[in-house]
């Protein structure tokens, strides 16, 4: 809805997205049952002006007499509030048949009827890649998300991801950075803060990004609404990176269905020994292609853009690949006899001729710069 429109023009406006609440908050009647009303009858609207026999002819009866009975109050208490959350500035509601909806969720199985968005309704119809990830992320792959989403942001590309905790928040930070910018797609009502622990996060991205969702307002965390979200997340997207994901993995259903989409899949391949390089490992298998830099990745897509050094866009990366300079000889050899690949203390000890207690008080200082990582089962992995 738009405010500035003429009185006549505005209330035209309000009863057309009255018709498209009452069919979703319509009891009985699905998004499936929604579409195929819709392919038939046009407009919400029309759907009421059509003939008992004409709508049994696509619904059984039963959600015909539940189509056609008038609102309950629970119904219009809905109404009503969504509509004065609509008010409230940078709130949008996008209809299935708005020129605003995005066109790459039209080409998907099950597009959703409505779209509620706070923040920058623009940047869904923007070229995006999706990157997703393990909710338990290492803080290897937390950077991973943040570094990559945050060149590909400054080569123009929007960041979708869908505002958990681990590398979708850390993919959001990094989107937030460039001029791409970033979209939550989340799996309850856009007024709900969940997790609560990115309530910070997901009021910068309403302000410099977007936040959608197509689940009605007050709509809670319910397990079964975030694998109908990944499909969103994927939908918007060119293509989805995959950072870090375990073997069975929410991340692998956004996977699958990017490439039942026709987007392309690209992973982050990682050690033989990390339980979430697994899952990357299995996609790669598949046919995502494994990436290293997002170059690789941009060197896929249509935008064919290319986009500075991972070290020339973010200063700090220019001495990746190497300890800072004020690391000590003794830390040095201990980074050093580490390797790529996790070990435990034990192997570490041995590499390094250290007895354990000395180790470990290398370990924690380590551990403490953000140098190495300690892992379930006591084993240690280098950062730097």
Not at 103 to 121: E, H, K, M, T
Not at 149 to 167: D, F, M, N, Q, R
Request: with cysteine; hydrophobic share 45%; net charge negative.
């Amino acid at each position: 809805m738009q405010n500035n429109l003429p009185f006549d023009a505005a209330q035209a406006d309000s009863d057309h997205l009255q018709a498209w609440l009452r069919l979703a908050f319509a009891e009985g009647i699905g998004p499936v049952a929604a579409r195929r009303l819709l392919a038939v009858f046009g407009l919400p609207g029309q759907i009421w002006q059509a003939d008992f026999s004409a709508l049994c002819a696509v619904l059984p009866p039963r959600q015909v007499t539940a189509l056609l009975a008038a609102p309950s109050g629970r119904q219009r208490e809905r109404m009503e509030a969504t509509l004065e959350w609509l008010q409230l500035p940078g709130r949008a509601i996008i209809t299935l048949a708005d020129a605003a909806y995005p066109a790459s969720l039209l080409n998907i199985a099950d597009p959703p009827l409505l779209l509620y968005v706070r923040g920058n309704a623009a940047l869904l119809c923007a070229p995006a890649l999706a990157v997703v990830g393990s909710r338990h992320a290492t803080a290897q792959g937390r950077e991973h998300a943040m570094r990559f989403s945050e060149e590909l942001s400054h080569a123009g590309l929007t960041v979708v991801s869908g505002l958990a905790l681990g590398i979708d928040a850390a993919a959001h930070e990094g989107g937030l950075r460039g001029a791409g910018s970033t979209v939550a797609v989340i799996g309850t009502g856009c007024d709900i803060d969940y997790p609560a622990r990115n309530r910070d996060l997901a009021e910068r991205i309403a302000q410099h990004g977007c936040i959608v969702s197509e689940y009605a307002l007050g709509t809670p965390p319910l397990s079964a609404n975030f694998p109908r979200r990944n499909r969103v997340i994927s939908g918007l997207a060119q293509a989805v990176l995959v950072v870090e994901a375990a073997a069975r993995s929410g991340s692998l259903i956004t996977a699958r269905m990017a490439a039942e989409q026709g987007r392309d899949v690209f992973a982050i391949p990682g050690s033989i020994h990390a339980p979430l390089a697994k899952g990357c490992h299995q996609l790669i298998r598949q046919g995502a292609k494994l990436v290293e830099t997002t170059q690789d990745i941009l060197e896929e897509l249509p935008m064919r853009q290319s986009v500075p050094s991972l070290a020339q866009a973010t200063p700090m990366l220019a001495g990746a690949g190497r300890p800072p300079a004020d690391v000590d000889p003794a830390s040095l050899q201990v980074i050093r006899a580490m390797g790529h690949d996790p070990v435990d203390v034990d192997t570490l000890a041995g590499r390094c001729g250290l007895e354990a207690a000395a180790l470990a008080a290398i370990l924690l200082g380590l551990e403490l710069q953000g140098l190495v990582e300690l892992l379930p089962g006591a084993h240690y992995r280098c950062l730097a």
